[in-house]
């Protein structure tokens, strides 16, 4: 497995030795980088990241706070804290970072740290009955439901739906609503969205249907339509 890594730091040349570093390091992999917390938010809304490197002290919203905002995530990034200041680690750990590493960063150390992230990650692993397999051209790719954005039945098969990208299912909705509880919700009969990736509820015009409500998920701009049977659930799951 390739660790995917998001680099945020507000210094270019902090940016630069890391991604140096990194690249003497077996793997990990730098899928990204951003030099403050919008650009981070920004960059995990389209990406699922392993782990992010994260400076502590940043102008404006800091990485403490950016901590603190994904400690609510379904499916959290594990946070490595890196900075030139030592009295953040208490915070850092508080946080429940995996590591604190501080600036200037040691090879020898990073390493370190990697270790321990690789062992958190497969602590943490999802277990198989969240993992969906994909035929894809002759090679089986695992995709995490809790990657999953919606799931929306297509002639005999099934879109899924990540931020990443879509792939092609053979499979029903209702076996994969029956598999996986409480995780998705129906908003329309050919179609699950994931509980935790609903953003709005909006007015919409289909040429098909005419007006109508559909639904806006984090990370895709894509809007689902919401039939006015499932038109209260989706309310009440904004609501909760």
């Known amino acids: 497995m390739t660790v995917q890594l998001l680099i945020v730091d507000d210094e270019p040349l902090a940016r630069s030795r890391l991604r140096t570093l990194l690249s003497s390091c077996a793997g990990v992999e730098v899928g990204g980088e951003a030099g403050n917390v919008a650009q981070a938010m920004e960059q995990l809304r389209r990406k699922f990241f392993d782990a992010i490197l994260l400076d502590v002290q940043m102008p404006g919203t800091d990485g403490v706070n950016l901590a603190q905002a994904l400690r609510e995530s379904a499916r959290r990034p594990a946070i490595i804290f890196v900075t030139a200041h030592p009295q953040h680690a208490v915070a850092a750990f ?55 954005l919606y799931l929306k ?7 899924v739906r990540t931020a990443a990208r879509s792939y092609i299912l053979d499979a029903s909705l209702a076996e994969l609503e029956d598999r996986h509880p409480g995780l998705f919700l129906r908003v329309h009969r050919n179609a699950l969205v994931a509980k ?13 249907e005419g007006e109508g409500w559909a639904v806006r998920l984090t990370g ?14 989706v309310r009440e799951a904004l609501a909760s």
């Open 94 to 148: 508080e946080l429940e970072a995996v590591d604190y590493l501080t600036k200037p960063v040691r090879l020898e150390r990073l390493q370190s740290a990697l270790e321990k992230l690789e062992r958190h990650l497969r602590a943490n692993a999802p277990a198989e009955l969240d993992v969906l397999l994909i035929q894809d051209r002759g090679r089986t790719e695992r995709v995490p439901v809790p990657e999953v």
């Open 220 to 233: 895709i701009d894509e809007l689902l339509a919401v039939s006015r049977r499932q038109l209260s659930a």
């Open 153 to 159: 039945a297509e002639l005999k098969y099934v879109t």
């Open 196 to 208: 935790r990736a609903i953003r709005a509820l909006e007015k919409h015009y289909d040429p098909e």
